[in-house]
């Protein structure tokens, strides 16, 4: 009896515990990237920043061999992104927004020149493309359904299409 309770007690901490963690690990984002040089190489050994908009904290990371970086648990918000490397110019990225549980991967091109100069990469807003995971829907309401050209006019029939 006493072999069944302590095996009950381990099973209710290692729930807690994973629910803790769930939770969170579900507020927060992931920007991630490679650096690569005008050739296309990868640049290792390169110095990234992200640096949020709202509160000017700063992250560092150092790319690996491959030339790859990661920031986890980021807060949701905008950021910018900057990256260089001895021998090449500063290339940079104004502005990223990063919502909760998402990934998001910014590859930087960094051009040969002096490290004193800056690129900045600008683009159109809402042109971003989320290809790390699968997390896109919507809702089918009851009158788009009944609109939909079916003849039983029901979610079943929808399914074959």
């Known amino acids: 009896?006493?072999?069944?309770?302590?095996?009950?007690?381990?099973?209710?901490?290692?729930?807690?515990?994973?629910?803790?963690?769930?939770?969170?690990?579900?507020?927060?984002?992931?920007?991630?990237?490679?650096?690569?040089?005008?050739?296309?190489?990868?640049?290792?050994g390169a110095t990234v920043e992200l640096e949020?908009?709202?509160?000017?904290?700063?992250?560092?990371?150092?790319?690996?061999?491959?030339?790859?970086?990661?920031?986890?648990?980021?807060?949701?918000?905008?950021?910018?992104?900057?990256?260089a490397a001895r021998g090449f110019q500063q290339a940079a990225v104004p502005s990223v927004v990063v919502e909760v549980t998402q990934s998001y991967t910014i590859n930087l091109a960094l051009s040969i020149g002096e490290s004193r100069q800056t690129i900045e990469v600008t683009g159109t807003p809402g042109a971003e493309l989320q290809t790390l995971d699968s997390t896109v829907g919507s809702t089918i309401g009851g009158d788009t359904l009944?609109?939909?050209?079916?003849?039983?006019?029901?979610?079943?029939?929808?399914l074959t299409l």
Do not use: H
């Open 1 to 44: 009896m006493r072999a069944l309770m302590y095996t009950l007690s381990a099973i209710l901490v290692v729930f807690t515990l994973s629910g803790i963690v769930w939770a969170q690990t579900a507020s927060t984002g992931t920007v991630l990237g490679l650096v690569t040089d005008p050739t296309g190489a990868v640049v290792p």
């Open 52 to 83: 949020d908009a709202a509160t000017k904290a700063v992250r560092s990371a150092t790319t690996n061999a491959a030339g790859r970086y990661v920031f986890v648990a980021l807060p949701p918000g905008t950021y910018s992104i900057r990256a």
């Open 146 to 158: 009944m609109s939909l050209p079916s003849l039983q006019r029901n979610v079943a029939s929808l």
